[in-house]
């Protein structure tokens, strides 16, 4: 590795080279406006960690980091996370202004419900008002979808059958609210909406006839024409149930209701005259897109999610809280820092203003990646854990300075010149610092890997400065004491290295 | 300060303060010959915080016992004021604490109700608190967890570090040696325990927060006992001059690799607790930031204990195991001293230039050339 006498110029490209690569790339990272992510903890915002009740399999789980993140995502949450840690869910969003709104929305368990379709109805007035379902009004007789309104009647046409498009939307309708996924009782008629070809629109359903668990498997298809539906089988249990309720509501719409939202309301068997058994499996049609065909499976099959959910921890922050330990953090940090300096620059003289610099480009360096990294969305935020690890890793970064240094005094007490004490203290120095930052990198590495939570967070900035320092004492503060060595004259100022070095001098 | 016997090289200079005969490399402290006197204060300090955990237990945060907690910045309120808003608000036996000097947290364990009547005690806490502190709802941070989270943590955690416990001891066994690696593994050990007692003892909160630090403290006491084991290697090597003049036993090896690196492990424990007494009074005490508190507390008994157990625990402990190994049993009767001789890392730095060999050829009766077989040196 080291040579055993370095030359002049590459020991001085070398440190040109590393003090433009830190200072460079923490120029670049400002000029862009890049910052590091912030965590939760200093942000503001949300985080729920979700546990399956059950256990459930990698594919499931990513099933579940799909639909949350949808579902997020449709709040209008910015710069949400989902994912996986270990066997649980995490969902994370900070800078989330009203994070109690966000978990009440994410923190539902969706389901799926099948309800007959009554009426259409008006859309909702700016004075309409929720009412209890005991006092929702039936529909009216010209709007009811029954059987006999409909008056459905296959026939030879492209669509297989016709029926009485005229039925018109019912008005008294206009004053009642939607209702609320609070209020969305299986056994209560209730008001929802659909959204059809880009519009909304209102319908009143009558009370649940079955739930989601009466389906085993739906997929997405192609049908002979190249149009996608829905295909689904009925578990053993279902296809009895399915079969009473699709014959109560034969030649009517039956909707699929998914969180308090109509995914679709098909009508039963419109090409057939007579009612027949489903015999434990169906296919819807309509007017799906390959995508939209797809939502309706996965829901279908799986309710809202592929295994149900509990939260396990959630935590809300406010941003005022959140930036104040972001001050507090920062404050201790810089304060710390700042003690630390004075400490070495008393001890080391000249060498205390190495362990400034180097540190300075150590933080200019990090900076920029930790900066650089929260603008990709690869590592984790920055949390108060992260924090505390760099913090703890000042300790260790500037440790590989006091190994060099009080190497160079025992160097300089056996009667070594500075000039010749730089390489040899290096020398043992390096192995030192070597072994020294292998274990704490290793810690690091198998804590990000192994552990949940905040910890990956506080391991991942361990061992990203720990490899910071690897990289600076060989690229920076090698070269630097060196090339300082080369040129000192021994004794010549009390700012020389000799003065830090210097065995004799008293110092109290 | 130590009145064992010393071979000095003359320094010329008249009695420089403790500080600057550690400056100077002049320090003479009989670190093994003394173990008996370390053991016996850890093994104390050890029980003393076992027996408390023992009786008293921990005081465990709601991540590990599950519950919910609320915090607001209120500068115009009070803890009893504090306490009767979030009673009205439906709470029943709140814990009220006031964090730094503006913040108010407040805990409850809600678990034994069902999730609506959580949600809707939640809210209306909420809501109080906000009114109380003068503030919009959205500025009331919540947290609420349930009884398993904290455990799943904490056994994560234990996984990952039982895991880093064989990787260490495998890594200081093939690049130093079994020894050391069981040495700094039990040095590492005692700061777990001197830690964990006297979190029991004091009746300090564990926290999550409160897990990772001690992670790093154990990560960091290796870090420790590495540095100093790596100097003990060094000494130790065949091209060093100290062990194969014969007139030193393993354990004064080891006492003046302590000496050598005495100065540097003082200024890294200084450097490194530095900032962890900035974290623990800026951020906590002055701001009222709860994680920085829970891990600046950790950290600093942690890295307190850390530092003592690598100059105190892991090297004695090292040469004691060492010199029952019978090569260092026959050094050590050749050197056939009868106490333990320390030698000044500014003395060992002078036996190794031709000069003072020649003095210490001298003073000594002649050099045997029977030399301990020195270990392969695995150099890179």
Same mark, same amino acid.
């Given at each position: 590795?080291?040579?055993?006498?370095?030359?002049?110029?590459? &020991?001085?490209?070398?440190?040109?080279?590393?003090?433009?690569?830190?200072?460079?790339?923490?120029?670049?990272?400002?000029?862009?406006?890049?910052?590091?992510?912030?965590?939760?903890?200093?942000?503001?915002?949300?985080?729920?960690?979700?546990?399956?009740?059950?256990?459930?399999?990698?594919?499931?789980?990513?099933?579940?980091?799909?639909?949350?993140?949808?579902?997020?995502?449709?709040?209008?949450?910015?710069?949400?996370?989902?994912?996986?840690?270990?066997?649980?869910?995490?969902?994370?969003?900070?800078?989330?202004?009203?994070?109690?709104?966000?978990?009440?929305?994410?923190?539902?368990?969706?389901?799926?419900?099948?309800?007959?379709?009554?009426?259409?109805?008006?859309?909702?007035?700016?004075?309409?008002?929720?009412?209890?379902?005991?006092?929702?009004?039936?529909?009216?007789?010209?709007?009811?979808?029954?059987?006999?309104?409909?008056?459905?009647?296959?026939?030879?046409?492209?669509?297989?059958?016709?029926?009485?498009?005229?039925?018109?939307?019912?008005?008294?309708?206009?004053?009642?609210?939607?209702?609320?996924?609070?209020?969305? =009782?299986?056994?209560?008629?209730? =008001?929802?909406?659909?959204?059809?070809?880009?519009?909304?629109?209102?319908?009143?359903?009558? #009370?649940?006839?079955?739930?989601?668990?009466?389906?085993?498997?739906?997929?997405?298809?192609?049908?002979?024409?190249?149009?996608?539906?829905?295909?689904?089988?009925?578990?053993?249990?279902?296809?009895?149930?399915?079969?009473?309720?699709?014959?109560?509501?034969?030649?009517?719409?039956?909707?699929?209701?998914?969180?308090?939202? =109509?995914?679709?309301?098909?009508?039963?068997?419109?090409?057939?005259?007579?009612?027949?058994?489903?015999?434990?499996?169906?296919?819807?049609?309509?007017?799906?897109?390959?995508?939209?065909?797809?939502?309706?499976?996965?829901?279908?099959?799986?309710?809202?999610?592929p295994v149900r959910l509990q939260p396990l921890t959630t935590?809300?922050?406010? #941003?005022?809280?959140?930036?104040?330990?972001?001050?507090?953090?920062?404050?201790?940090?810089?304060?710390?820092?700042?003690?630390?300096?004075?400490?070495?620059?008393?001890?080391?003289?000249?060498?205390?203003?190495?362990?400034?610099?180097?540190?300075?480009?150590?933080?200019?360096?990090?900076?920029?990646?930790?900066?650089?990294?929260?603008?990709?969305?690869?590592?984790?935020?920055?949390?108060?854990?992260?924090?505390?690890?760099?913090?703890?890793?000042?300790?260790?970064?500037?440790?590989?300075?006091?190994?060099?240094?009080?190497?160079?005094?025992?160097?300089?007490?056996?009667?070594?010149?500075?000039?010749?004490?730089?390489?040899?203290?290096?020398?043992?120095?390096?192995?030192?610092?070597?072994?020294?930052?292998?274990?704490?990198?290793?810690?690091?590495?198998?804590?990000?890997?192994?552990?949940?939570?905040?910890?990956?967070?506080?391991?991942?900035?361990?061992?990203?400065?720990?490899?910071?320092?690897?990289?600076?004492?060989?690229?920076?503060?090698? #070269?630097?004491?060196?090339?300082?060595?080369?040129?000192?004259?021994?004794?010549?100022?009390?700012?020389?290295?000799?003065?830090?070095?210097?065995?004799?001098?008293?110092?109290? | 300060?130590?009145?064992?016997?010393?071979?000095?090289?003359?320094?010329?200079?008249?009695?420089?303060? $403790? +500080?600057?005969?550690?400056?100077?490399?002049?320090?003479?402290?009989?670190?093994?010959?003394?173990?008996?006197?370390? +053991?016996?204060?850890?093994?104390?300090?050890?029980?003393?915080?076992?027996?408390?955990?023992? =009786?008293?237990?921990?005081? &465990?945060?709601?991540?590990?016992?599950?519950?919910?907690?609320?915090?607001?910045?209120?500068?115009?309120?009070?803890?009893?004021?504090?306490?009767?808003?979030?009673?009205?608000?439906?709470?029943?036996?709140?814990?009220?604490?006031?964090?730094?000097?503006?913040?108010?947290?407040?805990?409850?364990?809600?678990?034994?109700?069902?999730?609506?009547?959580?949600?809707?005690?939640?809210?209306?806490?909420?809501?109080?608190?906000?009114?109380?502190?003068?503030?919009?709802?959205?500025?009331?941070?919540?947290?609420?967890?349930?009884?398993?989270?904290?455990?799943?943590?904490?056994? $994560?955690?234990?996984?990952?570090?039982?895991?880093?416990?064989?990787?260490?001891?495998?890594?200081?066994?093939?690049?130093?040696?079994?020894?050391?690696?069981?040495?700094?593994?039990?040095?590492?050990?005692?700061?777990?325990?001197?830690?964990?007692?006297?979190?029991?003892? +004091?009746?300090?909160?564990?926290?999550?927060?409160?897990?990772?630090?001690? &992670?790093?403290?154990?990560?960091?006491?290796?870090?420790?006992?590495?540095?100093?084991?790596?100097?003990?290697?060094?000494?130790?090597?065949?091209?060093?001059?100290?062990?194969?003049?014969?007139?030193?036993?393993?354990?004064?090896?080891?006492?003046?690799?302590?000496?050598?690196?005495?100065?540097?492990?003082?200024?890294?424990?200084?450097?490194?607790?530095? #900032?962890?007494?900035? /974290?623990?009074?800026?951020?906590?005490?002055?701001?009222?930031?709860?994680?920085?508190?829970?891990?600046?507390?950790?950290? +600093?008994?942690?890295?307190?204990?850390?530092?003592?157990?690598?100059?105190?625990?892991?090297?004695?402990?090292?040469?004691?195991?060492?010199?029952?190994?019978? $090569?260092?049993?026959?050094?050590?009767?050749?050197?056939?001293?009868?106490?333990?001789? /320390?030698?000044?890392?500014?003395?060992a730095a002078m036996m190794g230039s031709d000069q003072t060999?020649?003095?210490?050829?001298?003073?000594?009766?002649?050099?045997?050339?029977?030399?301990?077989?020195?270990?392969?040196?695995?150099?890179?």
């Amino acid at each position: 590795m080291a040579a055993p006498a370095v030359s002049r110029k590459s &020991l001085i490209v070398s440190l040109i080279l590393t003090l433009v690569i830190g200072f460079g790339s923490l120029a670049t990272t400002l000029s862009l406006g890049w910052g590091p992510k912030l965590g939760l903890d200093l942000a503001g915002g949300l985080s729920v960690v979700f546990k399956p009740t059950t256990p459930a399999t990698q594919t499931q789980l990513n099933e579940v980091v799909t639909i949350l993140t949808n579902r997020v995502n449709g709040l209008g949450v910015s710069g949400a996370q989902v994912n996986v840690q270990g066997k649980n869910v995490v969902v994370s969003a900070p800078g989330v202004k009203d994070a109690r709104r966000v978990l009440k929305l994410i923190g539902e368990t969706a389901q799926l419900f099948f309800r007959p379709v009554l009426c259409q109805v008006a859309l909702a007035s700016k004075t309409a008002k929720p009412i209890s379902a005991a006092t929702m009004p039936a529909c009216g007789a010209a709007y009811a979808l029954t059987q006999s309104n409909l008056a459905i009647t296959p026939d030879n046409s492209v669509n297989g059958y016709s029926m009485n498009n005229t039925i018109g939307v019912d008005p008294q309708f206009a004053n009642i609210a939607t209702t609320t996924s609070a209020q969305d =009782i299986y056994a209560d008629p209730v =008001i929802l909406t659909e959204v059809v070809s880009g519009k909304v629109a209102r319908f009143l359903l009558g #009370p649940g006839d079955l739930t989601g668990q009466a389906i085993g498997k739906a997929y997405a298809t192609q049908d002979q024409v190249g149009a996608w539906v829905v295909a689904y089988n009925l578990t053993g249990v279902g296809s009895p149930e399915w079969d009473a309720v699709a014959k109560a509501n034969f030649h009517q719409e039956l909707a699929i209701e998914l969180d308090g939202v =109509i995914q679709s309301a098909p009508l039963i068997q419109p090409t057939q005259s007579t009612f027949t058994s489903f015999a434990g499996q169906g296919q819807i049609s309509g007017s799906f897109t390959e995508s939209g065909a797809k939502d309706l499976a996965v829901a279908m099959e799986f309710g809202a999610l592929p295994v149900r959910l509990q939260p396990l921890t959630t935590q809300t922050v406010s #941003p005022t809280l959140g930036h104040s330990a972001l001050i507090a953090g920062l404050g201790a940090g810089l304060a710390g820092l700042a003690l630390v300096l004075l400490y070495v620059i008393l001890y080391y003289r000249a060498l205390g203003l190495v362990i400034l610099l180097g540190l300075g480009v150590t933080a200019a360096l990090l900076w920029a990646i930790i900066s650089a990294l929260g603008h990709t969305a690869y590592a984790p935020t920055f949390s108060l854990a992260g924090v505390t690890g760099l913090i703890v890793s000042i300790g260790i970064t500037v440790d590989s300075y006091i190994v060099y240094f009080e190497r160079l005094k025992d160097e300089a007490r056996s009667g070594r010149t500075v000039r010749s004490s730089v390489d040899r203290g290096f020398k043992s120095a390096w192995r030192t610092v070597l072994a020294a930052d292998t274990v704490s990198l290793l810690a690091a590495v198998l804590l990000y890997l192994i552990a949940v939570g905040d910890v990956r967070g506080f391991a991942f900035f361990l061992g990203l400065s720990t490899l910071m320092d690897v990289f600076i004492t060989w690229y920076f503060t090698r #070269p630097l004491v060196i090339l300082l060595g080369r040129r000192d004259k021994q004794g010549s100022s009390a700012l020389s290295m000799a003065a830090g070095m210097n065995a004799g001098g008293s110092h109290e | 300060m130590s009145d064992a016997p010393v071979i000095e090289a003359p320094t010329g200079e008249s009695g420089p303060g $403790r +500080f600057g005969r550690l400056y100077q490399g002049l320090t003479t402290i009989d670190f093994v010959g003394r173990r008996k006197i370390w +053991f016996t204060a850890s093994i104390v300090v050890i029980v003393v915080g076992l027996g408390s955990l023992g =009786i008293r237990g921990f005081n &465990l945060g709601i991540d590990f016992k599950g519950g919910s907690s609320w915090e607001v910045l209120a500068p115009h309120s009070s803890i009893s004021a504090m306490t009767t808003a979030v009673e009205n608000a439906g709470l029943t036996n709140p814990t009220v604490e006031k964090l730094g000097s503006q913040t108010y947290q407040i805990t409850a364990d809600l678990n034994n109700d069902s999730t609506t009547v959580q949600n809707t005690i939640t809210t209306a806490v909420v809501n109080a608190m906000a009114k109380e502190a003068g503030k919009n709802s959205t500025q009331v941070s919540t947290s609420s967890v349930g009884p398993t989270w904290g455990g799943q943590v904490t056994n $994560r955690a234990l996984e990952a570090l039982i895991i880093f416990f064989i990787a260490v001891v495998l890594y200081i066994s093939i690049r130093f040696e079994p020894k050391m690696a069981l040495a700094a593994f039990i040095a590492m050990i005692h700061d777990l325990l001197v830690t964990v007692g006297v979190y029991s003892l +004091f009746g300090f909160q564990i926290t999550p927060d409160t897990v990772i630090a001690i &992670l790093t403290i154990l990560g960091y006491s290796l870090y420790d006992t590495v540095v100093v084991f790596d100097r003990v290697r060094d000494n130790a090597s065949s091209t060093n001059a100290i062990l194969k003049s014969g007139t030193v036993t393993y354990g004064e090896m080891v006492n003046l690799s302590m000496n050598q690196t005495l100065a540097r492990s003082i200024n890294t424990s200084l450097v490194a607790i530095l #900032p962890v007494a900035a /974290v623990l009074v800026v951020g906590a005490y002055i701001l009222g930031a709860t994680t920085l508190q829970n891990y600046g507390l950790a950290l +600093f008994v942690g890295l307190t204990s850390g530092a003592y157990s690598s100059i105190f625990i892991a090297s004695p402990l090292l040469a004691w195991m060492k010199e029952r190994e019978p $090569r260092y049993r026959e050094l050590a009767a050749r050197v056939a001293r009868t106490e333990h001789a /320390v030698l000044s890392p500014r003395a060992a730095a002078m036996m190794g230039s031709d000069q003072t060999q020649r003095i210490a050829g001298a003073t000594r009766r002649a050099t045997s050339m029977v030399i301990p077989r020195a270990r392969k040196q695995k150099r890179r």
